[in-house]
Nanobody, 120 residues
Framework: QVQLVESGGGLVEAGDSLRLSCTAS????????MGWFRQAPGKERHFVAN????????EYELSVKGRFTISRDNAKNTVYLQMNSLNSEDTAVYYC?????????????WGQGTQVTVST
């Protein structure tokens, strides 16, 4: 059984930083691209960042580029999202997801989400 468990969310002030973690089990972690998504209140869930398993290629959504950093530790089956210079628009539930590192692969596995709230 595949499980993705996020942690690290919380309530912070604008300008603060947070680091989210997601630990995976039940899948060959070094064969999966890992992604972070977020869903703000009343909005659809959308992509934030992802990282490939071996070459560690990364992609970011434009609004977080330069503020957020995605990384992974394959020995610990864990992916991280370092979030700096947080603002109110970053308030959302953040989800970790996994997809096979193949062309056209879809995100098949999702975590339960962790809430990030940025106060102004």
């Amino acid at each position: 059984q595949v499980q993705l468990v996020e942690s690290g969310g919380g309530l912070v002030e604008a300008g603060d930083s947070l680091r989210l973690s997601c630990t995976a089990s039940g899948l060959p972690f070094n064969a999966y691209t890992m992604g972070w998504f977020r869903q703000a209140p009343g909005k659809e869930r959308h992509f934030v960042a992802n990282i490939t398993p071996r070459l560690l290629n990364v992609e970011y959504e434009l609004s977080v580029k330069g503020r957020f950093t995605i990384s992974r530790d394959n020995a610990k089956n864990t992916v991280y999202l370092q979030m700096n210079s947080l603002n109110s628009e970053d308030t959302a539930v953040y989800y970790c997801a996994a997809r096979r590192n193949v062309i056209g692969g879809a995100y098949d596995y999702w975590g339960q989400g962790t809430q990030v709230t940025v106060s102004t």
